[in-house]
């Protein structure tokens, strides 16, 4: 691979990437806080620091080492997940689901101001090609922990917000799955299960409605 070319796409995608899980991470301590758990808080995990929320194996290794192995064909990572003590939440069925929507929602708004920075650029005059690449790779970065977050299956974001929704039975059982959820997913993952039939048609389906929110802006700057 071009070692320039690889240079130049970190340099894109860092900002973007330490904002996405920074923002993601703390956004869910935040929403813990609260609903009544003060772990994260304690913990020092309530912060804007990207130091606190990097997983030197899942943030930094694992997606560098599979970057140059699948010459950038395939990514995956992970932050260091926020600690939650659901059973201290003031309605812990209820208030599970807020806290596990913070983190996705936070992307989802980063998606957005992404959006609206590169709209912003261009009806500025901005030919910085740089700048419009990472305005881009913002967008791309949210989307896609946007959507992978959503899946169904916990201990993602999405898993957690089924359980919080399911009648108490049917939460309990799929509430067990979590210990080999990570596994499960990353099979999912490996096999393209994931992102042919649930992160690409969700990722389109939310930058699609993000283009239709902006619309009135798009038209008014540019």
């Not at 796409?9 to 003060?38: C, M, Q, S, W």
């Not at 974001?157 to 049917?170: E, F, N, S």
């Not at 992160?199 to 993000?210: D, K, N």
Request: contains cysteine.
């Amino acid at each position: 691979m071009d070692l320039a070319l690889i240079i130049q796409t970190i340099a894109i995608y860092a900002i973007p990437v330490l904002f996405a899980i920074t923002v993601h991470e703390a956004a869910h301590g935040y929403a813990a806080r609260h609903f009544g758990d003060n772990t994260a808080h304690m913990l020092g995990r309530i912060t804007l620091n990207p130091v606190k929320h990097i997983d030197p194996v899942g943030t930094i290794a694992m997606p560098l080492m599979l970057y140059f192995a699948t010459s950038g064909a395939f990514l995956f990572g992970y932050a260091k997940p926020v600690p939650v003590n659901f059973g201290n939440l003031r309605r812990p069925k209820r208030d599970m689901i807020w806290v596990a929507l913070a983190g996705p929602g936070a992307n989802l708004v980063q998606a957005i101001g992404w959006t609206v920075l590169l709209y912003v650029l261009v009806a500025t005059g901005v030919e910085e090609v740089f700048f419009l690449k990472m305005c881009q790779a913002g967008v791309l970065v949210n989307l896609v922990m946007f959507a992978f977050n959503m899946f169904p299956l916990p201990p993602l974001d999405g898993g957690r917000i089924l359980v919080g929704l399911l009648p108490w039975k049917q939460a309990e059982l799929l509430s067990r799955v979590e210990p080999w959820g990570f596994f499960i997913v990353l099979a999912l993952v490996i096999t393209g299960v994931v992102g042919n039939l649930w992160l690409r048609p969700l990722m389109i389906l939310t930058h699609s409605a993000i283009e239709v929110l902006l619309t009135p802006l798009r038209l008014l700057i540019l």
